[in-house]
Structure formats: C-alpha cells, structure tokens
C-alpha cells in the first residue's frame, strides 16, 4: 500500500504541474491585452503602456514569464491580481470554503441519488421503479446544470419562497445550487450502478448464495451492492472534477461567492495570476480526491488489497 501510495502521489504532482503549465500557455495566447483590460477605457500614452508591461513582466519572451511564474510558485507566491493588485492565495482561500461546501453537497447528492436510484432499478428492473430511476438518469444527464438551477429557482425562490434565491450565506443556500448540480453526476451513477449491478447479479456466486439459502436482502446489500461499487467509486472520483468545474456557472447563476465566480471573473478580464492560482487550487482538490478514492478501492474489493 505505501509504494501504491507513493506512485499516486508522484503522479498526481505532475498532473498538478502540467494543469498550471497548461493554462499559463492558454491564458499566454489568448487575444487581448492585460494592460489595456486594465486601465478600462482612461486615456494614456502609448510610452505608460509600455512601462505597465514592463513593470508586470509581460514584455519577456514567454519561456522566462513562465520560469519566473514557476519559481515563485515554488515559494508559495501565487502573485497579485492584475485588476485590483489584491494577494492571489489570500483571495482564493478566502472563497475556497464556500465552493468546497458547494461541491460537498452536490457530491452527497449525486452519491446518495445515484446509488440509490441505482440499486432499486437494478431489483426491480422493467418495473415502474426502474422506468423512474431511468428516467430521473437520463433527466441528469441531459439537462445542463445552469438549466436545471434557473428551473429550481423560478419553482422554489420565486414561486414557493422556500429558500433564498442567491447568496453564500447559510446552509439553506446551498439546497439549490447543490441539488442543480448534484443531479448531472446523479444521472451518471444511475446509469452505472444499474448496469453494473445486473451483471453482478448474473455471475454465479449470486446464485450460489442463494442456493445456500442467504436472505436476499444479505445477497443484495452485503455481496452484490459491494461488488458493483468499483466501477462506481471511479465514477465518482471523476465526478468530483466535473462538479468543480460546474462550480463556475453554477455560483454564476445563484450569485455565490466561490472560486468558481472569481475564476469567471478573473477570465473576463484576462487576470492570469487569479486564473492560475485557481486552476491550481482546483487542481490539488481534484487530484486528492482520486487519490482517496484510488485507496478506498482496497477497502471495497478485497481482492484488489490481496493483490497489492
């Protein structure tokens, strides 16, 4: 398990520091300039434009504004931003809260609807149970989350007042959000769970255990649920990234103060060091979570621990 670990951690820092690469490069080609985002509009000479470049570096060749981003990152230094000279690390940890929240919600959901809806399809399958869970799959999967929040805040906002319509504040603001987001992974583990399920229950041990006369529910729960959770568990490790990402719309819509609305911001108006302190952030949160979930096969699968 320790070299297991080791070689998960090894990888997932060079995926850290390929994403920081990759958007230093994107953000570098993108059209526009910092500086003129910068001053917005206001008059000024050509000769203070080119000393604004100079002073933040954007006259260098790119290979050196990328060594000199990559050493202060290093240090810890994740810069400043460009368009209100606010600290970059101190202005994400200060948003990083509320978009974990966020995303713990939306990741409960999708867990406990998924595996849920899952497994009930997968015993009751072509009855009206399993018509609902796939439906409410398919639902999942093929409305956009921004939809699907515009839908639940004109029905429990504006219509029902059952909860605030936007804000940070209070866990009753994270029902929304959370539910629009959480039912697009929700979709997928339906699906999966469902799939993977009816095939564990087609292998012979299920029916060498009821043969020897198991209770069902024992069949269900503790040997056929158990061994349709790997592919689900991969699943979910993947989700996790997904629900980050959505993250920028979804606190667009609800009006939340995550990283995910600082990082829309910061991509309007071309604010690299914001930009790729968040990648960066999102990017250690995305790659612990794999990791977690790498171990955690162990856990479900004995024979993976055996094998190891």
């Not at 015993?123 to 409305?143: K, Q, T």
């Not at 790997?230 to 939340?256: D, N, Q, Y």
């Amino acid at each position: 398990m320790t070299g297991t670990i080791a070689t998960r951690l090894l990888t997932s820092l060079l995926v850290v520091v390929g994403s920081s690469m990759l958007v230093f490069i994107i953000m570098y080609v993108l059209p526009g300039d910092p500086v003129l985002q910068m001053l917005d509009g206001n008059a000024t000479t050509p000769e203070a434009i080119a000393d604004m470049r100079h002073q933040m570096g954007l006259d260098q060749p790119f290979y050196v504004q990328f060594l000199h981003y990559f050493v202060e990152l290093l240090h810890g230094n994740f810069g400043v931003s460009r368009i209100n000279h606010d600290e970059v690390l101190p202005k994400i940890l200060a948003h990083v809260p509320a978009t974990l929240a966020l995303t713990l919600v939306s990741a409960v959901v999708s867990i406990v609807i998924g595996i849920l809806l899952g497994v009930l399809s997968a015993i009751h399958r072509n009855g009206i149970i399993d018509i609902m869970a796939r439906f409410v799959g398919l639902f999942g999967i093929s409305m956009p989350s921004f939809w699907t929040g515009i839908l639940l805040l004109l029905l429990f906002s504006i219509q029902l007042g059952w909860f605030p319509a936007m804000g940070s504040d209070g866990w009753d603001t994270l029902v929304l959000p959370g539910l629009a987001l959480g039912l697009v992974g929700a979709g997928f583990i339906v699906r999966m769970v469902r799939n993977t399920m009816l095939e564990v229950l087609g292998e012979p041990f299920i029916l060498t255990l009821r043969a020897k006369g198991l209770a069902e529910r024992a069949v269900m729960y503790r040997h056929a649920l158990r061994n349709s959770l790997i592919p689900a568990l991969t699943m979910i490790g993947v989700m996790i990234g997904e629900l980050l990402s959505g993250t920028v719309v979804i606190e667009t819509v609800f009006a939340r103060q995550g990283i995910g609305r600082i990082l829309a911001d910061a991509i309007i108006a071309k604010d690299m060091p914001v930009v790729q302190g968040v990648v960066f952030f999102t990017a250690i949160i995305y790659v612990a979570v794999n990791l977690l979930v790498d171990v955690s096969y162990t856990f479900v699968d004995p024979r993976i621990r055996r094998s190891q």
